[in-house]
């Protein structure tokens, strides 16, 4: 294995989220005299118990550092930042494009604001069932997200989707008649908050770690 002379932004991005690595990112180690070259994998989710169990972005980030520096016989490392301690969820592609982070587990929509592209991942309806979600990497619309994500400094490794949920305290939304003029809602991305405007509710923005204790 060769030690780093150049580092691309690496993400791992689930229809909806991302594992990378940054493109010229600053690890604590540069691999010299013997030392590690240390990457930070930054992420939201609270950190894998010691069970093993936890959210399932979690322990992939847990899972994609222990293979790497099993691989990497101390040559590279990979130090996991659980539950947002490096940097606020919200901010992680920016601090990777940066080089204040080297890695981040995250849903690329939370980018939007400085690549509007990035909502396509997020598009409430777009999605239809796990055989379309498996379909995207080797898709058209998986291809043009890629380009898009290496044109902004970005390299997905890992594909990851997850379906979305209406969670209330009240009685169940099915349909858009279900929401009440006035609920307060938090919508996962811009498009999804605009439908959800249009069906009468009030829009809060919160991370999604926050959610259950707003609640």
Not at 33 to 48: A, C, E, F, K, T
Not at 90 to 105: L, N, Y
Not at 179 to 195: I, N, P
Request: glycine share 10%; net charge negative.
């Amino acid at each position: 294995m060769t030690h780093r002379t150049s580092r691309r932004t690496l993400a791992l991005l689930p229809l909806v989220s991302l594992l990378a690595l940054t493109a010229c990112g600053s690890g604590s180690g540069d691999g010299g005299d013997g030392d590690p070259v240390i990457l930070r994998l930054s992420h939201q989710w609270p950190d894998v118990g010691a069970d093993g169990e936890g959210d399932h972005r979690a322990i992939i980030a847990q899972r994609f550092a222990e293979e790497v520096n099993e691989r990497a016989d101390g040559e590279l490392e990979v130090q996991v930042f659980p539950n947002a301690s490096l940097v606020k969820s919200t901010e992680q592609f920016s601090a990777m494009t940066s080089g204040s982070i080297d890695a981040s587990v995250f849903p690329l929509s939370y980018a939007a604001g400085q690549v509007p592209a990035f909502d396509i991942t997020l598009m409430p309806g777009l999605v239809r069932n796990h055989a379309q979600a498996e379909a995207w990497e080797t898709s058209a619309i998986g291809e043009s997200v890629e380009a898009i994500t290496e044109e902004n400094g970005v390299k997905i490794l890992v594909w990851m989707w997850g379906s979305g949920v209406f969670a209330t305290k009240g009685d169940p939304i099915v349909t858009p008649d279900d929401v009440r003029s006035g609920m307060v809602m938090r919508g996962a991305g811009a498009a999804t908050e605009e439908v959800l405007e249009a069906a009468g509710a009030g829009i809060t923005s919160l991370p999604s770690t926050e959610i259950y204790t707003a609640l």
